[in-house]
C-alpha cells in the first residue's frame, strides 16, 4: 500500500504561479510513473502531467507552462501562467498501463479571472 498526500493548492489570480507536492507514503521506483490529475466540476478528471525515469508527459493544455519533477519519494508541479480554466481539484496519483493503482486525496487550485 502506498499513500499519497498532496499540498500547496489554493486560490491565485490568473497569471500567477503555484507549486503542488505530492508525497508517497514509501519511495517508489523510478521506473514506475507518478503523475497529476485534475477534475473541475462538472466535467471529466483528466491527465495533467506524468514522469518516470524515462518519460515526461504533458497535457497539450499545460505544456510550457507546467513542469513536472521527482525526487524519491517526492513529486512536484510547478504551475506558472496560472488560467482561470486551469482550476481544478488535483490529484497525485501513480498511472499504468493497466490503470491507476493509487489516488491522493486531492488539492484545490482555484485560479480567479
Known amino acids: 500500500q502506498v499513500q499519497l498526500v498532496e499540498s500547496g493548492g489554493g486560490l491565485v489570480q490568473a497569471g500567477g504561479s503555484l507549486r503542488l507536492s505530492c508525497t508517497a507514503s514509501?519511495?517508489?521506483?523510478?521506473?514506475?510513473?507518478m503523475g497529476w490529475y485534475r477534475q473541475a466540476p462538472g466535467k471529466e478528471r483528466e491527465l495533467v502531467a506524468v514522469?518516470?525515469?524515462?518519460t515526461i508527459y504533458y497535457a497539450d493544455s499545460v505544456k510550457g507552462r507546467f513542469t513536472i519533477s521527482r525526487d524519491n519519494a517526492k513529486m512536484d508541479l510547478r504551475m506558472n501562467s496560472l488560467k482561470p480554466e486551469d482550476t481544478a481539484m488535483y490529484y497525485c496519483?501513480?498511472?499504468?498501463?493497466?490503470?491507476?493503482?493509487?489516488w491522493g486525496q486531492g488539492t484545490q487550485v482555484t485560479v480567479s479571472s
Open positions: 514522469i518516470s525515469s524515462d
Open positions: 514509501r519511495s517508489i521506483s523510478s521506473s514506475l510513473a
Open positions: 496519483a501513480t498511472p499504468s498501463s493497466s490503470g491507476v493503482e493509487y
